[in-house]
């Protein structure tokens, strides 16, 4: 157990760093701006860096319950039992994360003016960049 101690607390850490990561982004989505397709656009981001924000809130009371049972020398089964119940939590947030991104990619990405645009972008892509070389020797 102690390396999966050691394993939590590193991945307390990160789950630490990566809320502190959520909350900052969502400081530029949210609240959603914009009009019409723009707004949903900005909704669904916002709806994301929140979801992204709960899922590291929950993920850092997981590995507190992971560290509590692994970290000891004694079997705590309500330390086992409640880290089941957050992780359950901790994956409903992330089924909404995932469902406003699939939201946006499946059904405002898919609509004409964006397929138009997508079309295009295809087509600058294919047109030839010229080679410059490499940049970094002389």
């Known amino acids: 157990l102690a390396t999966q101690c050691a394993t939590s607390i590193v991945g307390l850490e990160w789950s630490i760093a990566y809320l502190a990561l959520n ?3 969502g400081k530029g989505n949210c609240p959603p701006k914009g009009f019409g397709l723009f707004k949903a656009v900005s909704q669904n981001l916002c709806n994301v860096d929140i979801s992204s924000a709960i899922t590291s809130f929950l993920t850092i009371i997981l590995y507190v ?6 970290c000891t020398d004694e079997v705590n ?3 086992m039992c409640g880290s089941g119940a957050t ?5 409903m947030a992330g089924i909404s994360k995932a469902a406003s991104v699939m939201y946006t990619a499946c059904d405002v990405a898919q609509r004409p003016l964006i397929g138009d645009l997508i079309k295009i972008v295809d087509i600058v892509e294919v047109v030839p960049t010229p080679n410059f070389g490499r940049r970094l020797v002389e």
């Open 65 to 70: 319950e992971l560290i509590v049972w692994q």
């Open 23 to 25: 909350i900052n982004s």
């Open 87 to 91: 992780a359950m939590l901790a994956s």
């Open 77 to 79: 089964l309500p330390a």
